[in-house]
């Protein structure tokens, strides 16, 4: 085996975390662009600017990443000459905010941080990222040589965003237990993929016991301890297992693998060619999808353990709160067999036993 490096994120976390700003990004330069949506942007600059004052960190502008994750809208900011000119990029925002800035950053080998503002996938402190098509279709992942160098994560600001979101961010954090022990099932594992496996099974458990108050704290836009341990566990324990858990476009083909997601995931990128999925999130699906991977693998004590969770608090369970009709089955499991997950399903992945388990996860979920 080649010599390979691993990077792992380091963060910040609480109310007033941006307050570190200026020590942590002390030895990368002073002048930054801030980059993200509209709304996260607005949110997170007074925070920003108070954190920055009276220090040599300057922020040359907050500039919109485009509205999606895509190679467009990459090359658009790579126009920028605030951006070319900038010594480091603060990525602001959400999953896809987080991955056009840390592609950028990449393409052009400049220091980047990330401020989430909302906890609804771990993209913040991952060395991949999920690029997207014009159209919003799903397009490719885009491999990068490591993390952000920070991650900064302000409960406050999280706290005050939609709860719908981080109820999405529960339902994709739901998967990465049972994707990354069943891709990696019966494969050779060394030290990397074992530490994934490892940190892997703590991302469950802590969804389900402070779910549903991390929710309340949402709701009522007041961050506490229940809604930082599942912040903690969307952004920081799922973004590691991930580091741990890719490791693709190596010089030697044989050194490759990728465990991070699993059929839960297929389920996501069949529903995402069809167009009334565009009205549901990415961790809904993905939440109902869990429940499909478990079926699929005959895990029906687990997957109704986490049906009663996602039932509870309003994840799907069936097809119908998905708007997806048998009709879509066939389209769905095609889209998912060109995927890189199918490829690591242990044994022979079925196309025909995929769409059984959605049938047989829907008729579970209809007895609920």
Known sequence: MLGYS???PSYSVGENCYKEIPYVTRKFGTRAVVIGGKTAMSKAKPELEAAIKDSDVEILDYIWYGGDSSYENVEMLKNNPLVTGADMLFGVGGGRACDTVKTLADMLDKPFFTFPTLASNCAACTAITVMYNPDGSFKEYYYMHGPSYHTFINTKIIADSPEKLLWAGIGD?????CEVLYAGRDKFMYHTPLMGQCIAKICTTPLIEYGAK????????KPDFALEQVA???????GIVSNFATHENQPDPADNYYYNSSLAHCVYYGASTLPQCERHLHGEIVAFGVLCLLTYDGQLEERDRIMKFN???GLPVTLDELEITHDDLTKIADKAASVVEWTYVPGTPSKEKFIQAMIDTDKAGKNM
């Open 214 to 221: 991390a929710l309340e704290a949402c709701r009522n836009n």
């Open 311 to 313: 039932k509870s608090v």
């Open 232 to 238: 903690l566990d969307i952004i920081i324990s799922t």
């Open 173 to 177: 954090a739901l998967s990465k237990e």
């Open 6 to 8: 691993v990077f792992l």
